[in-house]
């Protein structure tokens, strides 16, 4: 039975989901990392599919950009579906003097200037963190291959085009390794639902150094970032 926003069957999709913002990118991980991979929902264009990586069944689903859709997409692949581990594979924007552009940060914890971990905790604030499980895993995978990361506090922010020119300096200040949209809200849904979240992010941006990476640099930088975490879940 399909639910509001996703049409597969029911057990369609794999305990372990891979949710990239751009349903494009879910289709290219699909193809390019997943055997026998099969499109189980393209409601709305937002495809998700389910195949094998290393022989273990794994979905991958767009999640669209921002808390208020990403939330929807894994509110329904969790209760719905039983989906039981959420992985935001994705980029972010650093503000940290420490980061570079194409280095890869795990998201610790998620300060976020979004109501709704506030909404489903009684109006108090709720320290958004990841699963210690997930995030060892990638950190530990990404230590057997030599890739450094850094592992600290995102910020989710509701407004990409924010109209506080200091932000980006208020956030470094306050320890903030980068900005992205979707952290925050997935781990507030997952402790909400009791299932384990986890956001693996590419440096794509710095925003106190006006430093972008192009579109290959990006498609090189989240392919790698998306192997080496499939590797993480899949060992
Ligand atoms: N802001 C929010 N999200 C992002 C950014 C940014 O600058 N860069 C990549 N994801």
Same mark, same amino acid.
């Given at each position: 039975?399909?639910?509001?926003?996703?049409?597969?069957?029911d057990?369609?999709?794999?305990?372990?989901?891979?949710?990239p913002?751009?349903?494009?990118?879910?289709?290219?991980?699909a193809?390019?990392?997943?055997?026998?991979?099969?499109?189980?929902?393209?409601?709305?264009?937002?495809?998700?599919?389910?195949?094998?990586?290393?022989?273990?069944?794994?979905?991958?689903?767009?999640?669209?950009?921002?808390? +208020? #859709?990403? *939330?929807?997409?894994?509110?329904?692949?969790?209760?719905?579906y039983? !989906?039981?581990?959420? =992985?935001? %594979? /994705?980029?972010?924007?650093?503000?940290?003097?420490?980061?570079?552009?194409?280095?890869?940060?795990?998201?610790?914890?998620?300060?976020?200037?979004?109501?709704?971990?506030?909404?489903?905790?009684a109006?108090?604030?709720?320290?958004?963190? +990841? #699963?210690? *499980?997930?995030?060892?895993g990638?950190?530990?995978q990404?230590?057997? !291959?030599?890739?450094? =990361?850094? %592992? /600290?506090?995102?910020?989710?922010?509701?407004?990409?085009?924010?109209?506080?020119?200091?932000?980006?300096?208020?956030?470094?200040?306050?320890?903030?390794?980068?900005?992205?949209?979707?952290?925050?809200?997935?781990?507030?849904l997952?402790?909400?639902?009791?299932?384990?979240?986890?956001?693996?992010?590419?440096?794509s941006?710095?925003?106190?150094?006006?430093?972008?990476?192009?579109?290959?640099?990006?498609?090189?930088?989240?392919?790698?970032?998306?192997?080496?975490?499939?590797?993480?879940?899949?060992?």
């Open positions: 039975m399909s639910t509001p926003h996703i049409d597969a069957a057990g369609a999709f794999a305990p372990t989901v891979l949710f913002g751009d349903p494009l990118r879910a289709q290219h991980i193809q390019r990392f997943l055997t026998d991979a099969v499109q189980v929902t393209s409601a709305r264009n937002m495809f998700g599919y389910t195949g094998l990586y290393r022989g273990q069944p794994v979905s991958v689903m767009g999640s669209g950009m921002g808390i +208020a #859709s990403s *939330s929807i997409y894994a509110t329904e692949l969790i209760r719905h039983g !989906v039981k581990r959420i =992985v935001r %594979v /994705g980029t972010c924007g650093a503000v940290s003097d420490g980061l570079a552009l194409g280095d890869l940060v795990l998201a610790l914890s998620a300060s976020t200037d979004s109501n709704v971990n506030r909404l489903r905790f109006g108090m604030d709720y320290a958004a963190g +990841a #699963s210690y *499980s997930l995030l060892r990638v950190a530990d990404a230590e057997r !291959v030599g890739v450094p =990361v850094h %592992v /600290g506090n995102v910020f989710s922010t509701d407004l990409f085009y924010s109209p506080n020119p200091n932000i980006a300096d208020t956030l470094a200040a306050m320890g903030i390794l980068a900005v992205e949209m979707e952290a925050a809200g997935l781990y507030g997952a402790a909400e639902f009791g299932a384990q979240a986890l956001a693996v992010l590419t440096v941006d710095h925003l106190r150094r006006d430093a972008h990476m192009d579109v290959h640099q990006r498609q090189t930088g989240v392919d790698a970032m998306t192997e080496l975490t499939l590797d993480a879940l899949c060992a």
